[in-house]
Nanobody, 127 residues
């Protein structure tokens, strides 16, 4: 079983920054791709950013490209999401997710492609 624990959410003014962290336990973290999704009230959970097992490839939703950066530290079993130039429309619960396919050199974009999820962390951006 895999456990994912997010942290780093909070309240920030528009234009500000936050860094989310997700610590994984329960299996060899470095073999699997990771991703961040978000879910705003009344909306479906949506892909934000993903990174391959090696960290060699990343992919971003158009809405966050150029503002958010995903990275990972396999020695710490941790994936990060650095969020800059935050906008009120970035307000959502952010979830960390783990792919279940080892050593895959692409990023899955759909919710069903991720087997393990964290509990989520709230990000609120005020205008």
């Amino acid at each position: 079983q895999v456990q994912l624990a997010e942290s780093g959410g909070g309240l920030v003014q528009a234009g500000g920054s936050l860094r989310l962290s997700c610590v994984a336990s329960g299996r060899t973290f470095s073999r699997y791709g990771m991703a961040w999704f978000r879910q705003a009230p009344g909306k479906e959970r949506a892909f934000v950013a993903g990174i391959t097992w090696s960290g060699g490839f990343t992919y971003y939703a158009d809405s966050v490209k150029g503002r958010f950066t995903i990275s990972r530290d396999n020695a710490k079993n941790t994936v990060y999401l650095q969020m800059n130039s935050l906008k009120p429309e970035d307000t959502a619960v952010y979830y960390c997710a783990a792919d279940n396919r080892p050593y895959i050199e692409d990023v899955a974009l759909g919710v069903p492609q991720y087997e393990y999820w964290g509990q989520g962390t709230q990000v609120t951006v005020s205008s």
